[in-house]
């Protein structure tokens, strides 16, 4: 039944093909239009069938379940850029179901939770945080679902689940699995990058709401130990991760592209929120490390390690970094203009280069048909909707650069969202950790910072 409805809805894409996308990524109306164009297509893609069975997420026979909380952030931005909330029920029922009454992406498991990672939480409340920046702190997920939770508990809840995984063995950091009793190295042993760098955004995110200084300990500290640990100071280069075991700290040799759009885009926030440039200089050197090894000679962004280890089509790790990059550039003082004509410039060549890459039609659906199917993440006939989503993410970055568009309206009271957009010159209240839990407060102290606790 959905094969055959997915094929109805594939040759309705067909009959767009005689003519591709027309756009002007340097021009602000031409990209938001691009950007209302792939919107369009974003849930023709997703299988409703499935969607409470799956917490929520897109199938995961399509779509891995951490991918869908990056795409729910996509949609969220989507709306904050542009206005249109077409897509806030979409989107606000699809968080309710992947956290339910109690706003716990982990479902009540504390501790030791097998088949758990702290990154796939980090991406989903990454986009948590993205719905309290655009509703407001107070505003509750779904209410005509059964949720009264806000989106932005459910953001500050998920980053002291995260941080329950904190040890000081080799200087910090937080575990990538959640299954602390595993005897498998890497899941007992890793401390991945790429969930320590989603702590310091979280953290910087949080703190610019309420400016709680708790949490921009939090994100200096992980900053700190990040540098120290995570990455060859002499080059900038990221390590994977770390393996923290009793007698040493060996480093996984791999990197990845998403982890330095993410660090370069904090050590802006970071500068911005203490005065301090030594962290955007730090930024710029991660970005710097970026740029030479994660742009190819025609200008595309690629990863080097995919050939070797091999990597889903299209890979996912760009869609975070076109987020960083926007936000970096839109971080950046005046002192650094050139940096920001060349991140527009690199931003505008891959735009390019994915319009004709991925076949975008005139209503702007950018899906291939892969030949041959791959035997995983993609659909029987050789389509896979990950595609649309990396153009989602890249539009959205590019109408952010060229300058947010004034969005005046606000969604309509049949949503199951608080109804009034957040004024960005409201003052907004401190964030509080969400829940009495003592281990959190213990973990805290540990830090050597106050919680407030609500």
């Keep these: 039944m959905f094969e055959a409805a997915f094929d109805y809805l594939s040759n309705l894409a067909s009959s767009f093909l005689s003519s591709s996308a027309s756009v002007d990524f340097t021009d602000a109306a031409s990209t938001l239009s691009a950007a209302n164009g792939v919107a369009n297509w974003m849930t023709t893609y997703f299988t409703y069938d499935t969607w409470k069975d799956e917490n929520g997420a897109w199938s995961q026979s399509i779509v891995q379940w951490h991918e869908s909380g990056i795409y729910y952030n996509s949609i969220l931005k989507y709306m904050e850029y542009s206005g249109n909330y077409g897509m806030v029920d979409f989107v606000s029922t699809s968080m309710y179901y992947a956290t339910l009454s109690d706003g716990d992406l982990l479902f009540g498991c504390s501790g030791n939770c097998g088949g758990k990672w702290n990154d796939d939480i ?30 932005f508990q459910v953001a500050n809840f998920t980053l002291y689940q995260i941080l329950e995984d904190y040890d000081s063995v080799c200087g910090g950091g937080v575990y990538w699995s959640r299954d602390r009793t595993s005897t498998a190295y890497n899941l007992k042993y890793e401390k991945s990058s790429i969930t320590n760098t989603q702590i310091i955004w979280l953290a910087m995110r949080i703190f610019e709401v309420g400016g709680n200084s708790a949490y921009l300990n939090i994100a200096t500290d ?7 640990y995570a990455t060859d100071t002499s080059s900038y280069m990221i390590y994977d991760g770390v393996y923290a075991t009793a007698d040493s ?44 090894n994660f742009v190819n000679e025609s200008g ?18 760009n869609t975070p970094v076109y987020e960083s990059l926007a936000l970096l550039y839109n971080r950046l003082p005046s002192t650094h203009a050139d940096t920001k004509a060349e991140i527009k410039s690199l931003m505008v060549a891959q735009g390019t280069y994915l319009v004709d890459y991925l076949g975008c039609t005139s209503t702007w659906n950018c899906v291939r048909t892969l030949d041959p199917v791959p035997s995983s993440y993609t659909f029987a006939n050789g389509t896979n909707p990950r595609d649309q989503m990396e153009m989602m993410s890249f539009v959205n970055a590019m109408v952010s650069i060229n300058g947010e568009p004034t969005v005046t309206s606000t969604p309509t009271a049949a949503t199951a969202v608080a109804t009034t957009k ?8 401190a964030a509080t950790v969400p829940r009495g839990a003592t281990a959190f407060i213990a973990l805290a102290l540990a830090f050597g910072f106050a919680v407030i606790m609500a």
């Excluded at 991406?123 to 939770?149: E, K, N, P, Q, R």
């Excluded at 957040?422 to 209240?429: E, F, I, N």
């Design 122 to 151: 980090g991406w989903w409340a990454l986009a948590a945080m993205s719905g309290s920046d655009l509703f407001g702190t107070s505003a509750v997920i779904s209410s005509t679902a059964g949720s009264s939770v806000p989106w």
């Design 222 to 228: 992980f900053w700190n130990w990040f540098v120290n």
């Design 249 to 292: 700290c060996q480093v996984d040799g791999k990197t990845w592209s998403y982890y330095y759009g993410l660090m370069a885009a904090a050590g802006a926030m970071i500068t911005q929120a203490t005065g301090d440039d030594t962290y955007l200089t730090t930024g710029l050197n991660y970005y710097n490390y970026w740029k030479t």
């Design 300 to 317: 595309h962004f690629y990863e080097p390690w995919c050939p070797s280890v091999g990597c889903k089509d299209p890979t996912g790790f």
């Design 422 to 429: 957040k004024s960005s010159a409201a003052p907004r209240a």
